[in-house]
């Protein structure tokens, strides 16, 4: 009844063995095959419950162009004070 997918090149975390991960698309589920290992899907897409973890590229990407632009802005007005 569920849908399940191996996830190519997946190590299970727990005995470390390549390709014997599989999701489940129903459950949201990821289970090892080999070693019944079975965690939550990571990558819920949709909902606002991991919103650390969705938001974290993005802001990832705004810290590193905002660094820069803060830096000048520091020295710009550090010689204007001086
Ligand atoms: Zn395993």
Redesign the pocket.
């Known amino acids: 009844m569920s849908r399940r997918r191996f996830i190519a090149g997946a190590v299970?975390p727990?005995?470390?063995?390549m390709d014997?991960i599989v999701v489940d698309m129903d459950a949201d589920l990821r289970e090892?095959v080999?070693?019944?290992?079975q965690e939550a899907r990571p990558q819920a897409p949709s909902s606002s419950e991991l919103p650390t973890r969705v938001s974290r590229g993005l802001s990832r990407r705004t810290e590193t162009a905002a660094e820069p632009v803060r830096l000048m802005d520091l020295s710009i007005s550090t010689k204007k004070d001086s």
């Open positions: 299970c727990r005995c470390a063995k014997t090892c080999d070693c019944g290992f």
